[in-house]
């Protein structure tokens, strides 16, 4: 019963992050960023089971949760990094454009 409510709230609390994350500007310009979160989506899902079925917090099961759960974390930094960087790339090249003189016809 234990893991089916955990389960549960892991599979509800990565949904409404998700749908949060959707909404970042550089979404749906970067697929490096989508894969690399996705990815961290699963890894949480490792970590999360290792913790769970660790019977003590000095036990291997405990250490491997938290490696899965750095490797998580890393996915998610990288996968913002890369969010970030295109949204400030993009905003770059309009802001170039921008500052082009029209041209003028004679």
């Known amino acids: 019963m234990e893991s089916t409510i955990t389960a549960i709230a892991l599979v509800v609390a990565l949904s409404v992050w998700h749908l949060r994350n959707r909404r970042?500007?550089?979404w749906r310009a970067?697929?490096?960023g989508r894969f690399t979160i996705f990815c961290g989506y699963a890894l949480v899902v490792?970590?999360?089971y290792w913790?769970?079925?660790a019977p003590t917090a000095t036990t291997w099961e405990w250490a491997l949760g938290?490696?899965?759960a750095l490797a998580a974390m890393l996915a998610f930094v990288t996968g913002f990094g890369a969010l970030n960087r295109v949204?400030?790339?993009h905003a770059e090249y309009a802001r170039l454009l921008e500052s082009l003189e029209p041209a003028?016809?004679?």
């Open 87 to 89: 949204t400030a790339e």
């Open 51 to 53: 913790l769970a079925s």
């Open 24 to 26: 970042h500007p550089g």
């Open 30 to 32: 970067s697929a490096d």
């Open 46 to 48: 490792f970590a999360v």
């Open 66 to 68: 938290n490696l899965w």
């Open 104 to 106: 003028t016809l004679r």
